[in-house]
């Protein structure tokens, strides 16, 4: 999803405004990219596009393959995303929360957050490595079909009619909600339970349950959640799993300095 741009429009630079528009290119579906593919993709000529693409380059932030000539991230990102992380008091408060989740369920427990109604992975305790998200931290999927998005989503109105008012929404297996009346239905439910439950809707054969984290005002920041196989809920009661999420989240929220 673009970022929009704020202030007014005389403010713009608009070469730093390209150079941004080409990373956000690089959105995981697309990892690597030539700079003709580049060019076509910003409606501009390889030639004018090669200026900004070597400077990105010269300070880290794309690297060329050699063999390929294809351009991907940098890794100068990746450092930038550990400042970030580090800094992020919720992502500190919910660690030691997220491996006891971990270990003592046996389960992969997530920290995320909404981000251009989109979910935005903050963190990630593995009990096993998993064949789902195998690297999630920074990764982005839609609200509509997982348990975190529906928590978050069920505590941001705005976001939600956002996701809703777009119609029909993406398939990802037979079970995910598709129909919007269905996800408001599906919200309301989050809202007066608590938490939220994944039923094979964003991976077949996955299970996750989530729950919301509040600041100390009482505002939902985030989600935690689990996800497991969901051939385990044939000898483990689901009601162990929502329980101990529950738990987590409410753990984390008075961290946060919420009664």
Known sequence: MKS???????YLNTS?????????????????????????ALGSRPGSVYPIVY???????????PATKRFRLGLKFLALANHILSS?????????????????????????????????YLDREEAAPSVVLPSVIGRRVPPHCTALGKVLLAHDQEAAARITAAGELPKLTRNTITDAQALERE??????AGY???????????FCVAAPVRNYRGTVVAAISVS???SRLDHE???????????????????????
């Open 228 to 230: 497991l196989p969901k």
């Open 4 to 10: 929009e741009v704020p202030g007014k429009p005389r």
């Open 187 to 192: 919200l309301a439910k989050v809202r007066q």
């Open 16 to 40: 730093l405004a390209k150079a941004l528009r080409v990373c956000e290119l690089f959105d995981g579906e697309r990892s690597e990219l030539s700079l003709s593919e580049i060019a076509n």
């Open 55 to 65: 400077t990105l380059q010269s300070f880290g932030y794309l690297e060329r393959d």
């Open 88 to 120: 992020l008091d919720i992502r500190e408060k919910a660690k030691p929360v997220l491996k006891e989740l971990a270990r003592k369920l046996q389960v992969n427990a997530h920290l995320a957050v909404l981000y251009e109604d989109e979910v935005l």
């Open 237 to 259: 009661p689901q009601e162990r799993f929502v329980k101990e999420v529950i738990s987590g989240a409410e753990a984390i929220s008075r961290a946060m300095g919420y009664d």
């Open 196 to 206: 939220a439950l994944d039923d094979e809707e964003f991976h077949e054969g996955n």
